[in-house]
């Protein structure tokens, strides 16, 4: 027989259900059963694990993923996994792109890319900005000791693959070769630096289409006069790029291959953390209005029939 009760509601520490708050508090749908809501944040990250592809990027190409506002400050790019154990919404597996850019005097990593294993993390990330999108994403550390069951198993060895719609998008495996940041000849230019951010660009349009607006998000680097990225240092192991076996490509869904393709490898750096996720501010936004005839200009799809950003691992132009 199915639970019909909810015995854990009693305690009081447990948020009434979302029919029965005030209607203030819910800020997304499905409003009965939510993936998450506003009850999360801030959101918490304990001895999360990351692992940091470290790269040159062509400055022609970054730009193409920059939107506007935001000002291109460095060609590094640190294409990242990370394995979260611990969160307030359950554990999952991540990977993203992160671009060092600027606007206005705040300066920040931009996230043009994101994919997650896990649907409540997704969700969530798309109410405050983040770019993210569901895939199947592996995270391995192993090798270099014994595990008997007790002690900490070696991590001498990594191994890592993102894939979506049956597609691999990236695979990198390879062998760790020290445990320092200075083992690495660049770093992005955000790494260690409090006066930098994260930036992400929002795109919210209405359910007819007419009106759509575009804010830029901002997270500072700081929560209650504490960094919210705590790194552990005694966990930091590194490969150079003579380590890493590396590849990337476009699909017929995703374009990261295409658009951030590798200039010259850096290397990889890993590291365990702590993180707080708190509410973003909104810098800039800016408003798009459609009038009937620019909204039949948008629909080019054809019904029943493949479409072109089915077929076409690179747009137009790149």
């Known amino acids: 027989m199915g639970v019909k009760d909810s015995p854990w509601m009693a305690t009081g520490e447990v948020p009434a259900q979302p029919l029965e708050r005030d209607e203030k508090s819910r800020i997304i749908y499905g409003v009965v059963d ?13 001895n999360s694990r990351w692992f940091a592809f470290i790269y040159e990027a062509d400055e022609k190409d970054l730009k193409k993923v920059l939107p506007e506002p935001l000002k291109l400050e460095d060609n590094v790019v640190e294409f990242w996994y990370v ?3 611990n969160t307030r919404l359950g554990p999952y597996l991540e990977m993203g792109v992160t671009v060092a850019a600027s606007y206005q005097g705040y300066k920040g990593g931009y996230y043009p890319y994101m994919y997650l294993s896990q649907d409540a993390a997704t969700d969530a990330g ?55 940041f200075q083992d690495l000849p660049r770093l992005p230019i955000f790494y260690g630096k409090t006066d930098w951010g994260r930036f992400n660009m929002k795109v919210v349009t209405s359910g007819d289409l007419r009106e759509t607006e575009w804010q830029l998000t901002y997270l500072p680097s700081e929560w209650e006069g504490k960094h919210r990225f705590q790194l552990k240092m005694d966990s930091i192991r590194t490969a150079k790029a003579e380590d890493i076996n590396w590849f990337c490509q476009g699909t017929p869904f995703d374009n990261l291959g295409a658009m951030v393709p590798v200039k010259k490898l850096i290397g990889l750096v890993s590291f365990s953390f702590d993180l707080i996720i708190p509410p973003a501010q909104v810098l800039w936004t800016k408003k798009y209005e459609r009038n009937d005839a620019e909204i039949a200009q948008c629909l080019h799809e054809t019904m029943y029939k493949y479409g072109m950003r089915h077929r076409f691992p690179k747009p137009y132009g790149v």
């Open 126 to 180: 798309r109410v405050l900005g983040f770019p993210k999108k569901m895939a199947f994403i592996r995270c391995l550390e192993h090798g270099g000791k014994w595990d008997d069951g007790y002690e900490k198993p070696g991590n001498d060895f990594f191994s890592f693959m993102l894939a979506r719609n049956g597609y691999v998008i990236h695979t990198a495996t390879g062998k760790y070769s020290g445990n320092s």
């Open 34 to 46: 939510p993936l998450w809501d506003i009850d999360t944040l801030p959101l918490t990250y304990t």
């Open 83 to 85: 394995d979260h154990n």
